[in-house]
Every structure is written in structure tokens, then in C-alpha cells.
């Protein structure tokens, strides 16, 4: 089982709605958790940071983490075109000191006007 | 202004020559990462730095060389071991507060010709 996966996608939905996008890791430990956008040709941003139990609302973004079924997923509401990009789902599976970050490959979203 | 620097942004190498990559900040951060990322997939990490004069590998590894002689610079060297180089290379930090995370430069395009 990869560490981390996310639905390959890609993700198409129309401008206005909501885009739901997955991830689910293997390693139980894991601490913290994190959604990055790319755009095509640029580095990782970060939208989102999650560490407990729930639901986290950042504007038009949500991220949810469910630690006993290891899933963790990023909701955008009111989608733009603006959103259309690669979505990474990020974990942190080591604590103390020994901090890095497993990526899962991304989930292309597309935006329709 | 505070951030990463990579360099070159565009690097092309003859097969069986070495390669460095550069990368700087003036974020005063610790640790500092390089993951490679090839298309249409997610990121994988190749070295990771938590203090100067001390790196450790990470999945990716071989064929790859880095040093930690200052804290601001962590340079990748793509060796002429590493049979598929051609990738989009990103450098990262992190500044070790609980709750945050690694922060990315902008990328070096390395294409193998």
C-alpha cells in the first residue's frame, strides 16, 4: 500500500460548484496533515494545514481529517477557474525533530466556466 | 525579502556530466529538503537536512549527492550515476515550529540532452 494516494483524477467540475478531492495515508502515526496547490510548470503552495479530528474552514476551502480512517480531504466551494490546478495531499509521519513530508501524486482539478 | 532561491531555473546536462543545483534562504531555518517530481506525478524526496553539516537520505537517493556547510545552503549534485535525470527539482525548508511546515523555492527544470 503507497503511503499516501489521492484519486489520479483528473477532477472536472463547472464553475460555481463544489470540488471534493481525497486522500487516504497508511501510516497511522502520522501527525500532520497539509493540501498544496500547484499550478502547471510552478512550485507547491500551501492552502491548508490540518492536525485534529474534524472539520477546518479556511474561506471558500475545508479540510476534514478522519484519523481513525486514515482520510483526509480538501472541499472548495464555489469553485473558479482560478482553482483549476494539481491539488498534493501532504503528511507528516515523523515527530520530534526528524520532520518531512510524504506526497501523494495529486489530483488534477479542472474548473469549466 | 525572505525566501528561497533556486538556481539555475533551467539546466540542461550531456549524459555523463555532474550537475549542482543550487538553493539558499534567508529564512534562518534549520532544515531544508530537495524532492524531485516528475511529470504528472507527485513529490519524492531525495536528501533532507535538519542542521548544518548533517543530511540524510531520503527515498530517492541514489545517484544524488548534497552538502550542509552553511546553514542557509543546501546544493543538490545530480551525478552522472543517476541514469534518468530529467526532472523538475524543488528545494524546501522548514523552521521547526510545531504547526508549520516546509515552504518551497521556485524549481530548477534539469533536462538531460
Request: aromatic share 12%.
Amino acid at each position: 500500500q503507497k503511503e499516501v494516494e489521492q484519486n489520479s483524477g483528473p477532477l472536472s467540475v463547472p464553475e460555481g460548484a463544489i470540488a471534493s478531492l481525497n486522500c487516504t495515508y497508511s501510516d497511522r502515526v502520522s501527525q500532520s496533515f497539509f493540501w498544496y496547490r500547484q499550478y502547471s510548470g510552478k512550485s507547491p503552495e500551501l492552502i491548508m494545514s490540518i492536525y485534529s479530528n474534524g472539520d477546518k474552514e479556511d474561506g471558500r476551502f475545508t479540510a476534514q481529517l478522519n484519523k481513525a480512517s486514515q482520510y483526509v480531504s480538501l472541499l472548495i466551494r464555489d469553485s473558479q477557474p482560478s482553482d483549476s490546478a494539481t491539488y498534493l495531499c501532504a503528511v507528516n509521519r515523523s515527530g520530534g525533530s526528524n520532520y518531512k513530508l510524504t506526497f501523494g501524486k495529486g489530483t488534477l482539478l479542472t474548473v469549466n466556466p | 525579502d525572505g525566501g528561497i532561491t533556486q538556481s539555475p531555473k533551467y539546466l540542461f546536462r550531456k549524459e555523463g556530466q555532474n550537475v549542482t543545483l543550487s538553493c539558499e534562504q534567508n529564512l534562518n531555518h534549520d532544515a531544508m529538503y530537495w524532492y524531485r517530481q516528475d511529470p504528472g506525478q507527485g513529490l519524492r524526496l531525495i536528501y533532507y537536512s535538519q542542521i548544518v553539516n548533517d543530511f540524510q537520505k531520503g527515498d530517492i537517493a541514489e545517484g544524488y549527492s548534497v552538502s550542509r556547510e552553511k546553514k542557509e545552503s543546501f546544493p543538490l549534485t545530480v551525478t552522472s550515476a543517476q541514469k534518468n535525470p530529467t526532472a523538475f527539482y524543488l528545494c524546501a525548508s522548514f523552521d521547526g515550529t510545531p504547526g508549520n511546515t516546509i515552504y518551497f523555492g521556485e524549481g530548477s527544470w534539469l533536462t538531460v540532452v
